[in-house]
């Protein structure tokens, strides 16, 4: 397999994303392509034991920062890493593309100017994969449309369904609609209009679903509205690191408490790493015609390592094809998602 | 003061709301008169000490329960707690209004059937006051409206404001937008067409905010419609009991850190006391015409009187006259926010 590393994305680029395309290597013994400015790749390299291993560098002249306005930057900037790496996935040179880079820039490098969209999808959507007690539960979309119509919500459901199963392995994934309540009639407009369409595809769908039911283990797919994916994930991230920051800040207010704490740290050691989100990897632009994975900009080597490991499930999964079958399926069967 | 407390709200009516209004009339002085079921309350009243206690019992035949639909039961249960209990604020024969109940079945009886709202309010909007760190933050709208319009979203700034400065003592709260991206133009139609009219009002706008921003202390006040507001809540607490319950179980599985999680205790108390939602008592049904605060269904006797509380600083602060008089102002001035 070969998987492209966008070397300019993480905010310390290109440090963290060369050492986790190195340690990639390593692990799976696939051949990295990094992209970015070539002298300084080849400098970074230099720092890495990288015998034996499979790694390319290819040149991008163009580096697209977080600050780099998406609905500029696909045009302004047509030699960046994300282009060259997207269109050697494109060009059929390589199999995914994975960057810690600008989320709504290679949204738009993607869908406007490289892989493009597989044919039938509406929009692609933004998938975070949460992990909640060794589980880990796709919500989609957290981003990338941030005003929906219900039948893209009908083919997000579609393409989580499908990721769930390939990287989740999970034979019936359960599909939730996320709502303000589980009745059947709770909702906004949207998520009403939206719920019979998911009921009459073939799906394991499983009505509305609440934010507890995330945790509750009660669906593995839970489908959104951008914008309103986007304020769950981003309230989840908040909640938790408030509660972890107020329990050290506690911890540490007295001497028989700092004692607790120490004696505690292999409890708080283990929850941070059950609900670090760097052990996922990164977000999967779905519905974009390849495998294209976004981690945090804060991405360490070993959360892009992880990045590499979720495009290969991806690409050994067959997600694209998968998502390209399903939808012609469903065209075909006459249960359109309109 | 007068306040009446809806007895037969919570889960477990009449027991915690009938404790919660003795407890309230012992620590505030006031009169709490209790609605329901006459000799039910009667007999729970006689369980507990209240002589020299100002309590008063007013006989509502109707129980509205949590499985009743909002939509039906105004109408259909002309003569429940609720609808009595708000007539008497209405009538001015009491100061507010507390209930532990179905939150649904309040707005549709406080807007349709007795309070109605206060002139020139679009919406009632129901407000969560979120505690973090020992300060409290009002979310709102957190479920009155799952569609909302831009120029009511303009309105509920202005009372969360209002309420703001008379419940929390803030002289000038800084009132922010609930947006997927702090930046201006991020943000679905709905915040990127209420932004401008945010903007005009005579607030402390701060602009867009994130969820992070509730938890580092960048703003008093955040404004959203009652879908994603609903989700941003039960986010926030579905993340806060899921990290404190993983600590837990982490804490007792093995001797070691069973040791540290009996010295930790007293930060773990103390965090839960900084984030307990009954401490904050309820949840202000804002531009109705008439103070009414709804707490959990989950209400104990201590979170009945400090709703009680709440309700008291409510009217004390004059909370209705001041967005009578705000919404006034602003017609007058020609700063509609239509």
Not at 89 to 96: E, N
């Amino acid at each position: 397999m070969r998987i492209v590393v966008d070397a300019m994305g993480s905010d310390d680029h290109p440090g963290p994303d060369v050492a986790g395309a190195v340690l990639a290597a390593q692990e799976y013994g696939d051949t990295l392509i990094v992209v970015g400015d070539e002298a300084a790749l080849k400098r970074e390299l230099a720092q890495h034991a990288t015998n034996g291993l499979k790694i390319e560098v290819v040149h991008a002249s163009d580096v697209i920062t977080m600050e780099d306005k998406p609905s500029v930057v696909g045009k302004s900037k047509p030699n960046s890493s994300m282009h060259v790496g997207m269109n050697l996935v494109r060009d059929g040179q390589a199999d995914a593309f994975v960057s810690a880079g600008n989320t709504g820039a290679a949204l738009a490098v993607a869908t406007l100017y490289s892989l493009r969209r597989i044919p039938g999808v509406k929009r692609p959507a933004l998938s975070a994969i949460i992990r909640v007690r060794g589980r880990s539960v796709i919500l989609l979309d957290v981003g990338a449309n941030a005003d929906s119509k219900p039948d893209w919500l009908a083919q997000f459901a579609l393409m989580g369904d499908i990721y769930a199963k390939s990287l989740l392995g999970v034979t019936r994934p359960r599909v939730g609609l996320l709502s303000n309540g589980e009745e059947e009639g709770k909702g906004n407009d949207l998520v009403r209009e939206a719920g019979p369409l998911l009921r009459a595809l073939p799906l394991n769908f499983i009505g509305n679903v609440e934010p507890k039911d995330l945790v509750k283990d009660h669906a593995d797919v839970i489908v959104s509205d951008g914008f309103v994916g986007n304020i769950m994930l981003k309230s989840l991230e908040a909640a938790t690191s408030m509660v972890i920051n107020l329990l050290r800040e506690e911890l540490m207010s007295s001497v028989v408490t700092k004692v607790g704490a120490a004696l505690s740290r292999p409890a708080f050691k283990s929850v941070a790493r059950q609900i670090d989100p760097f052990e996922t990897g990164g977000a999967p632009l779905l519905g974009v015609n390849g495998v294209v994975i976004i981690g945090h900009g804060r991405s360490n080597a070993t959360a892009i390592k992880n990045a590499v490991g979720q495009a290969r499930k991806a690409v050994q999964g067959g997600v694209i094809e998968s998502i390209r079958a399903g939808l012609e399926q469903i065209e075909q069967s006459g249960q359109s998602t309109d």
